[in-house]
């Protein structure tokens, strides 16, 4: 056998794993989703709370939220969070105005779980 040949059959069997490869991951992939589950109306000091879950709410601990929150002008607030055991993640509020907030929620998603967003609404009134 030739050395072209060889190179031509090496690079067909690389094509046909990685395509093979490829449609195993997107056959056995989940899709998630994120639910903010606190009260829309908090004060600083409690805790913006979501979960992470599949279509057949199975949770997912140990995963990264990202979490930006948003005030009416455009000024955001940026978190992290890793769900626990329950799929549940959350973030203290701290120093933040009185007035209407967005939370937008962020899974990037791992190699047979993809990736997922949430925008929600929160006002923050501390009662002054």
Same mark, same amino acid.
């Given at each position: 056998?030739? /050395? ?5 059959? %090496?690079?067909?069997?690389? +094509?046909?794993? !990685?395509? !093979?490869?490829f %449609?195993f991951i997107?056959? *056995?992939? &989940?899709? @998630? /989703?994120? #639910?903010?589950?606190?009260?829309? @109306?908090?004060? =600083?000091?409690?805790f ?28 955001? @607030?940026?978190?992290? !969070?890793?769900?626990?055991? =329950? $799929? /549940? %993640? %959350? ?8 007035? *209407?907030?967005? +939370? &937008?929620? #962020?899974? #990037? $998603? ?19």
């Amino acid at each position: 056998m030739d /050395k072209s040949r060889m190179i031509l059959i %090496a690079v067909i069997a690389i +094509v046909i794993v !990685a395509v !093979a490869s490829f %449609a195993f991951i997107s056959a *056995n992939s &989940h899709n @998630t /989703k994120i #639910n903010v589950v606190s009260n829309s @109306t908090l004060k =600083n000091g409690d805790f913006v709370e979501m979960v992470l879950t599949d279509d057949y709410r199975n949770v997912y601990p140990g995963e990264v939220i990202d979490i930006k929150i948003l005030d009416d002008s455009g000024w955001a @607030t940026k978190y992290q !969070a890793t769900t626990d055991d =329950n $799929g /549940k %993640a %959350a973030v203290e509020l701290v120093a933040l105005d009185n007035g *209407n907030y967005t +939370v &937008h929620c #962020n899974y #990037n $998603g791992t190699l047979f779980n993809k990736e997922t967003k949430d925008v929600s609404t929160l006002t923050i009134d501390d009662g002054f």
